[in-house]
């Protein structure tokens, strides 16, 4: 099986144990951000999305023109662009980066945060709405003739788009809650998911395989699963970190950044609305530990805001933990730390190869068929 990794960059030094610092966009730091994912193996990073944050296109513009392999998922709320311009935005950057792009679709969890871009829809209207633009978006890269389309959210005729995609262009999709288990299931090359107990994250993804038989669908999706690994030299090292990392987020109240914003201003009031979220909380509520190095502590802490359980251990107790969860049939992990570029370069030296080896010897152990 191959499995991808996937990073994490923002345009300013920031996470929850990080106070923002520098300039809102700062070239330099996207430069090496980006270029320590590359150096160090990662296949993609997702540059996220915030009301008050950089624009994801052209942070993935920028980055490319300083790298040569590496990926951009790009997270989109559909709704504020209209599908036929987002798609020439899209085809023009995978053009631009020699077919490097891919989309991170979020319908949007917190009503707070939506209506910063001018979004009043309710949660079931935004997804039936995101159910009609992808749709829209894959047929729009995909047409070799003029097509028209009249919905309950979108109407246009006789598009065609010319400069297509350098190549097919991944769509990635998050959500938790049914209706974006129907829509993701339907519409979704990667369905993400953020990093829950195996036995909740095996039932998820049993779910979203049933919502794709039920849709008619035959081609597999594909699931990418999201955590904080916490790396330590042994142990007991590893821990310390991570109660250092723990007492730095309660201690501000949450965190002291984020990439993409400030957290109450991201949830939006104190409790999430979203269900990714609310199952984090519920995860944490049970225990602070589960299975081999899942540790839920860190989303409590931060209001589970996003990506936020961690995997603590050694190297080699966290690619194992990581291998598990690709033992359940997840094919995409998406890392990101705490000291964003530093974790980065050491994942990348000690981490990814261990799980790619393990990877590599697994399948070198496949008999040869008779």
């Given at each position: 099986?191959?499995?991808?990794f996937?990073?994490?960059?923002?345009?300013?030094?920031?996470?929850?144990?990080?106070?923002?610092?520098?300039?809102?966009?700062?070239?330099?730091y996207?430069?090496?951000?980006?270029?320590?994912?590359?150096?160090?193996?990662?296949?993609?990073?997702?540059?996220?999305?915030?009301?008050?944050?950089?624009?994801?296109?052209q942070?993935?513009?920028?980055?490319?023109?300083?790298?040569?392999r590496?990926?951009?998922?790009?997270?989109?709320?559909?709704?504020?662009?209209?599908?036929?311009?987002?798609?020439?935005?899209?085809?023009?950057?995978?053009?631009?980066?020699?077919?490097?792009?891919?989309?991170h679709?979020?319908t949007?969890g917190?009503?707070?945060?939506?209506?910063?871009?001018?979004d009043?829809?309710?949660?079931?209207?935004?997804?039936?709405?995101?159910?009609?633009?992808?749709?829209?978006?894959?047929?729009?890269?995909?047409?070799?003739?003029?097509f028209?389309?009249?919905?309950?959210?979108?109407?246009?005729?006789?598009?065609?788009?010319a400069?297509?995609?350098?190549?097919?262009?991944?769509?990635?999709?998050?959500?938790?809650?049914?209706?974006?288990?129907?829509?993701?299931?339907?519409?979704?090359d990667?369905?993400?998911?953020?990093?829950?107990?195996?036995?909740?994250?095996?039932?998820?993804?049993?779910?979203?395989?049933?919502?794709a038989?039920?849709a008619?669908r035959?081609?597999?999706?594909?699931f990418?699963v999201?955590?904080?690994?916490?790396?330590?030299?042994?142990e007991?090292?590893?821990?310390?970190?991570?109660?250092?990392?723990?007492?730095?987020?309660?201690g501000?109240?949450?965190?002291?950044?984020?990439?993409?914003?400030?957290?109450?201003?991201?949830?939006?009031?104190?409790?999430?609305?979203?269900?990714?979220?609310?199952?984090?909380?519920?995860?944490?509520?049970?225990?602070?530990r589960?299975d081999?190095?899942?540790?839920?502590?860190?989303?409590?802490?931060?209001?589970?805001?996003?990506?936020?359980?961690?995997?603590?251990?050694?190297?080699?107790?966290v690619?194992?933990?990581?291998?598990?969860?690709?033992?359940?049939?997840?094919?995409t992990?998406?890392?990101?730390?705490?000291?964003?570029?530093?974790?980065?370069?050491?994942?990348?030296?000690?981490?990814?190869?261990?799980?790619?080896?393990?990877l590599?010897?697994?399948?070198?152990?496949?008999?040869?068929p008779?």
């Amino acid at each position: 099986m191959t499995v991808e990794f996937i990073g994490m960059i923002g345009t300013r030094d920031a996470s929850e144990t990080r106070a923002p610092a520098g300039p809102v966009v700062d070239p330099d730091y996207v430069r090496r951000f980006a270029r320590a994912h590359e150096d160090g193996g990662f296949d993609k990073v997702l540059i996220g999305y915030g009301s008050a944050t950089a624009d994801g296109t052209q942070v993935a513009a920028y980055a490319a023109a300083y790298t040569e392999r590496l990926g951009f998922l790009v997270a989109h709320r559909p709704g504020f662009v209209f599908p036929t311009t987002a798609a020439r935005i899209f085809a023009t950057l995978d053009q631009f980066t020699g077919g490097r792009i891919a989309v991170h679709t979020i319908t949007g969890g917190q009503d707070a945060e939506q209506r910063r871009d001018g979004d009043y829809l309710g949660k079931d209207d935004r997804y039936a709405r995101t159910d009609e633009y992808l749709g829209i978006l894959r047929r729009a890269w995909e047409a070799a003739e003029p097509f028209s389309h009249e919905g309950r959210f979108y109407r246009f005729e006789d598009f065609v788009l010319a400069a297509k995609p350098a190549h097919r262009i991944p769509l990635y999709f998050g959500g938790s809650s049914a209706a974006a288990y129907g829509v993701g299931a339907r519409r979704a090359d990667v369905y993400a998911l953020w990093g829950e107990p195996l036995a909740e994250t095996a039932e998820q993804i049993a779910t979203v395989r049933a919502a794709a038989s039920a849709a008619g669908r035959t081609d597999p999706v594909r699931f990418s699963v999201s955590f904080r690994p916490i790396l330590g030299p042994t142990e007991e090292l590893a821990w310390e970190r991570a109660y250092r990392i723990l007492d730095t987020i309660k201690g501000a109240g949450g965190g002291l950044g984020n990439f993409v914003g400030d957290r109450r201003r991201i949830l939006g009031g104190d409790e999430p609305q979203n269900v990714g979220s609310q199952r984090l909380l519920a995860a944490a509520s049970k225990a602070d530990r589960h299975d081999r190095a899942l540790w839920t502590a860190t989303a409590a802490a931060s209001g589970a805001a996003g990506n936020s359980t961690a995997l603590v251990g050694t190297p080699e107790t966290v690619a194992q933990a990581l291998l598990d969860y690709v033992d359940l049939g997840v094919t995409t992990l998406l890392i990101r730390g705490y000291d964003p570029v530093d974790d980065a370069i050491d994942y990348g030296r000690h981490l990814l190869p261990l799980v790619r080896s393990e990877l590599a010897a697994r399948l070198s152990r496949v008999p040869e068929p008779v």
